[in-house]
């Protein structure tokens, strides 16, 4: 029975595939039926994905990544002497994002219909498109985790990596009276850009992979014998091609999951509307990358102690780290929670980095849960100050007319107080705070705290997968302050937006949202607050799917105990933070507009407001010099390139010319015309003797006889 | 005395001489087709002088016989042209060669 419905997987990314072209194609005028076939669409395919984890769940002995799984082969590409066997696999990896994935898609699809404004006088003019564009993305992320291997793993990177671009730059006719500010066109090609860079690394890391092995299947990748082959034979110096290509693999995964130095596309991608945020940007795209690195686990703990597991856990680290300091300094609402999804992907990368596999995949599910309900609350906010702007500023446009341009419906300053003006998106809001922190008992603590006790437990066990146990201990700290500063600005952001009073008239007359809108906020609030104890350390389901049969380089995995100090740490660390961002934001309510940190932090403020100046080094040593680069190539194109074109053609026309001068004109036409010529004056000439007159025809028969008669007579 | 056959024969030249001279100069087509008749007559006398000057002695009568087909031949012919020198001169109220040329087109 249970073969039965992993046999129908193959369906999954066809529903909202279809979906995608029939409004593409049919529906898009009929804005309603289009909302509808988006939602049927993702909505069979989570009713699926679910009953395919239920039977999952009944057999996980015998689904565990990364030799087992069910696989659903589709075809085969030849290649020479072997073939590429293409399809789709069941295992309990998949399993579990099939739980998140079409789920939060299915939320947000039906929170957009609100965010759209259906059905009002400002519903936007490319509402049926929006749903097909999302449609189409859910399509790349479930068709993702379901690929078995790393072709249609990688046709599916690419379909989300499009659709990112489609998403962000939606109000791609959106222009900003600051020229500085980047527009949601821009934002689009940035994003496209710098995901590009890491997706060339990987297909480099993918290629080798290949030729290394001759096999992309995860299975047969990750099988022991591949996984031994790949690490005893070493691609130059004491490298070994595992090291090599599990590098280049992390590369896609560092532009995908947006971590440092590749993270620049993230915050910028929230110039597209709030469901798209969400979508893309906090649940399930940059998951995608995290979920590369878990699926290809067994790769990266081949080589015991290998510099990839350095750069990863590093990278990780240092991201978790550099992101929460920079969202303290952000006034966007939307880009706090940005920065602040780049650093709990930092956790989830640095949890793998460090070998704790298990609990970056609880992290990666319940942060999808929880960000994706943040980032619906953060829309719902920003829609109501929108709808607070127009209806304080009705009427009265005369002197009001220019204010209204400047005026920024995402900015936290503008807002205050919207808990008694919004209490179940205020209210749902902090839920989903409560969670990204890691307060007991919300869905955060749990996994976050896995990830911390796991760092904690390689430190003081002599290290898994041969890391130092210094370097744990490193990893620990870092991931620790982190959630210092993860507290601090949550706190922050929920002091300025919802406590105090209403800084502006927008923020005083802000509507609450409509019930499309509230409703996935409060499913995702009840996902946020319960997940958490699925993976509760004393029965962690996600441990029982991924972990208990999994043998990863030879070892069986940890099963991480709870450790009271470090979630006394670690819940010490998350009240420390709330308790500083009340004390700087919530005991004094903001009267006008202005950061009290600014002040007092001087110089710091401005770094980090800046984000490190990170954006502008980018454009001066490298868009700049590419440009550069690219207008150098164009003049030399012009000036050299052209001008040999021009040369050859010049001479070709001062050659024809003198063939059609020399050659042409007087022989070849000469000849012609004299043909012509020649046949005319004979006709004039012969024409002088048909006179018509019968008395001239028989004068010549007479004389030609009298002629001939004497020719006859002479010769005789 | 017996007339020489020469005799016969520049008498029909002359004849011929003077129907073709007709024929040809004459602008009025039925002096023309009087020309035609003239030289189709002397070629009736070289055929029956040549007739006699063979055959002297009974035979056949094939120079005759001749000499009627085309007596016969010129009569049809003057009929046709005469018919064709009316038709003519109904449609163009003229019988001047000079005026009918309607062979160059």
């Not at chain 1, 936007?124 to 379901?146: E, K, N, Q, T, W």
């Not at chain 1, 989300?160 to 791609?172: E, H, N, P, R, V």
């Not at chain 1, 990987?202 to 299975?219: D, E, K, N, R, V």
């Not at chain 1, 207008?631 to 010319?657: E, Y």
Request: charged fraction near 15%.
């Amino acid at each position: 029975m249970n073969e039965f419905f992993f046999n129908l997987v193959w369906l999954l990314p066809l529903f909202p595939l279809l979906a995608f072209a029939i409004i593409v194609l049919w529906t898009n005028r009929n804005r309603l039926l289009s909302t509808w076939v988006a939602w049927i669409g993702i909505g069979l395919a989570w009713i699926l994905g679910w009953t395919i984890l239920g039977y999952t769940w009944t057999d996980f002995h015998h689904l565990t990544p990364p030799e087992d799984g069910y696989r659903v082969l589709l075809y085969n590409i030849p290649t020479g002497q072997t073939e590429l066997a293409l399809g789709f696999q069941v295992d309990t990896l998949t399993s579990v994002m099939l739980f998140m994935v079409p789920f939060v898609c299915l939320m947000i699809f039906i929170y957009s219909k609100g965010y759209m404004n259906y059905g009002t006088d400002e519903e936007d003019p490319h509402y049926s498109r929006f749903f097909a564009y999302i449609s189409l993305f859910a399509c790349g992320m479930i068709g993702l985790v379901i690929s078995d291997n790393f072709v249609t793993l990688l046709v599916f990177w690419e379909i989300m990596g499009l659709c990112s671009y489609l998403l962000i730059g939606f109000w791609f006719d959106k222009v900003y009276a600051d020229p500085k500010r980047i527009t949601p066109k821009e934002a689009g090609l940035k994003a496209f850009l710098t995901t590009r860079i890491g997706d060339v690394i990987m297909l480099a890391g993918i290629l080798l992979l290949y030729s290394q092995t001759g096999t992309l299947s995860f299975q047969q990748l990750f099988s022991e014998e591949t996984l031994h082959h790949l690490a005893t034979t070493y691609a130059f110096g004491n490298v070994s091609w595992a090291t090599l290509c599990a590098l280049l693999i992390f590369g896609g995964a560092v532009g995908k999951s947006s971590q440092f130095p590749l993270h620049v596309w993230l915050p910028d991608a929230m110039e597209g509307p709030t469901p798209v945020s969400a979508l893309i940007h906090a649940a399930t795209m940059v998951s995608a990358g995290v979920y590369l690195v878990a699926r290809s686990f067994p790769l990266f703990v081949a080589v015991s102690g290998g510099a990839q597991l350095y750069v990863v856990s590093f990278i990780g680290a240092f991201t978790a780290l550099f992101a929460s300091t920079i969202a303290v300094a952000q006034n966007d609402i939307k880009r706090v929670l940005a920065y602040s999804t780049i650093s709990q992907l930092g956790y989830m990368i640095a949890a793998l980095g460090i070998g704790a596999y298990v609990a970056a995949v609880f992290h990666l599910i319940t942060h999808a849960f929880f960000k994706a309900l943040l980032f619906l609350g953060s829309g719902s906010v920003i829609h109501g100050v929108e709808h607070g702007h127009h209806h304080a500023h009705h009427g009265h446009h005369d002197h009001e007319a220019k204010k209204e341009k400047d005026f920024d419906a995402n900015d936290m300053l503008n807002m205050g107080g919207l808990l008694k003006r919004m209490p179940a998106t205020g209210w749902t809001f902090i839920i989903g705070a409560l969670a990204l922190t890691g307060i007991f008992p919300w869905a955060g603590f749990w996994s976050k705290d896995e990830i911390l006790a796991e760092a904690w437990y390689s430190y003081s066990h002599e290290g898994a997968f041969g890391l130092a146990a210094n370097w744990d201990l490193v990893i620990w700290l870092l991931l620790t302050l982190a959630a210092l500063l993860t507290a601090f600005y949550t706190g922050r952001q929920i002091f300025l937006t919802f406590a105090g009073k209403p800084r502006t008239e927008a923020a005083k007359h802000a509507p609450e949202s409509t019930r499309s809108m509230v409703w996935p906020l409060v499913i995702l609030a009840v996902f946020a607050t319960f997940l958490g104890l699925a993976g509760m350390p004393w029965a962690n389901q996600f441990f029982f799917l991924l972990g208990e049969e999994a043998e990863m380089a030879g070892q069986h995995l940890h099963h991480g105990d709870f450790n009271w100090l470090i979630a006394g740490i670690s819940t010490a660390v998350a009240v420390l933070g709330w308790f500083v961002a009340w004390l700087i934001y919530g005991r004094k309510p903001l009267a006008v507009p202005v950061d009290p940190l600014e002040k007092p932090l001087g110089r710091v403020y401005t770094l980090l407001k800046n984000k490190y100046y990170i954006d502008e080094i980018y454009q001066m040593f490298i868009v700049n010099p590419s440009i550069g680069l690219a207008r150098a190539c164009a003049i030399f194109d012009q000036r050299v390139v052209d001008a040999i074109v021009n040369t050859v053609g010049a001479f070709g026309r001062w050659l024809s010319s003198a063939l059609k001068r020399f050659i042409d004109n007087p022989i070849v036409d000469g000849a012609v015309n004299g043909v012509g010529w020649v046949t005319s004056q004979a006709g004039e000439f012969m024409r002088a003797t048909q006179t018509g007159k019968v008395q001239n025809y028989l004068l010549v028969a007479a004389v030609t006889v009298v002629l001939l008669l004497a020719l006859f007579l002479v010769r005789g | 005395m017996q007339v020489p056959l020469s005799w016969y024969l520049i008498v029909a030249a002359a004849l011929f001489c003077i129907g073709l001279y007709g024929a040809l100069s004459r602008r009025n087509a039925i002096a023309i087709l009087m020309g035609v008749e003239l030289m189709l007559n002397s070629v009736n006398v070289n055929l029956l002088a040549f007739w006699r000057h063979v055959e002297v002695v009974g035979g056949t009568l094939s120079g005759q016989v001749f000499a009627i087909i085309v007596i016969t031949v010129a009569a049809a012919e003057a009929a046709v042209g005469l018919a064709l020198i009316i038709a003519v001169y109904r449609n163009r109220r003229t019988v001047d060669v000079e005026d009918v040329d309607l062979m160059k087109l």
